[in-house]
């Protein structure tokens, strides 16, 4: 007996400094859509470079930022990045940083949602967002559309960084728990798959050809090793250029602060063992253990 399928459906709309989730609304789908979601800070611009690069054979001159907008960043507005995206003739692969249930879900795409370690995401954050310069602070804060509070300047201390974000819950960015926990649900859809950092970085090419057979992607063998070589860290660090939004203009340090280290664990040189422990209840709390485990490890049971 076929099981119906309940498919997400869009509950809310969300608006802040950076989001405008009703783009959706308006966004039309097409059959091979790729949708590709983390929090943030997750192995976003990574998974868009891997895609890009089974879509289009390890070219290494791809524009992958321009080529894979973040859908519902509300800056450039809707009425000018849906068109660009409509016009768009390559299979589009787009992101977004929303919970499921602020997003539109069609059954004909296929999603893939990036999950971190809370604290390698705050890390990671902290150096996006410390290195930002005027630019960034203009466009999010001081273009038409904007809804809430501007997003501020961050503290020098990071341990006070990391502090807002556990007590207002991803501050100042957005919440972090119901992102995860939202995805999570999902997890057994036929065209949700959810893959890890720590994943990615113990074997690339392992995830590579998991991620092209998910997305019934082709890989052309004679272009493997190029398809890797432009997966790499090191290759993407010194070409970031092609994959961070506008060239890294909203960076003075360049496109290359953008693509920082790419390593998890930095924390551990910060927070004592019971900041770390609070941190580890808390994800228990909001996850439930085989969800905060996962999301620590990226190790799933069954």
């Not at 006070?160 to 991803?170: A, E, I, V």
């Not at 920082?260 to 551990?268: I, M, Y």
């Not at 040189?269 to 422990?277: G, I, K, N, R, V």
Request: net charge negative; hydrophobic share 40%.
């Amino acid at each position: 007996m076929n099981r119906t399928i309940e498919w997400p459906r869009k509950t809310r709309e969300l608006h802040n400094h950076h989001f405008d989730s009703t783009i959706w609304n308006d966004f039309t789908f097409r059959e091979d859509d790729i949708v590709i979601a983390t929090y943030a800070k997750a192995g976003t611009t990574w998974t868009q470079q891997i895609i890009g690069q089974l879509l289009f054979r390890g070219d290494p001159d791809l524009e992958v930022a321009e080529m894979s907008p973040w859908l519902d960043l509300r800056v450039p507005p809707k009425a000018v990045k849906l068109p660009v995206v409509e016009a768009q003739k390559h299979r589009r692969f787009v992101k977004t940083h929303l919970p499921i249930d602020a997003l539109r879900f069609s059954p004909k795409a296929k999603y893939i949602y990036i999950g971190r370690d809370g604290r390698d995401v705050v890390w990671s954050m902290y150096n996006h967002h410390s290195n930002a310069n005027q630019t960034w602070y203009e466009a999010l804060n001081d273009t038409p559309g904007l809804v809430g509070p501007p997003i501020e300047r961050p503290p020098e201390d990071i341990r006070q960084y990391w502090r807002d974000w556990m007590d207002r819950d991803g501050h100042p960015f957005w919440p972090f728990w119901e992102n995860v926990r939202t995805w999570w649900a999902i997890r057994d859809l036929p065209n949700v798959e959810l893959i890890h950092f720590a994943s990615m970085k113990a074997d690339m090419p392992g995830q590579i050809r998991s991620i092209a057979e998910f997305l019934e992607i082709p890989v052309d063998e004679s272009r493997w090793d190029a398809i890797v070589e432009h997966c790499s860290f090191d290759w993407m660090k010194k070409n970031a250029r092609k994959s961070v939004p506008l060239g890294g203009a909203f960076w003075d340090a360049g496109a290359e602060v953008f693509i920082n280290k790419g390593v998890n664990g930095r924390w551990r040189d910060t927070l004592t063992a019971d900041e770390s422990a609070e941190y580890e209840k808390r994800a228990r709390e909001e996850l439930g253990e085989e969800r905060a485990r996962w999301l620590a490890t990226g190790e799933r049971r069954g």
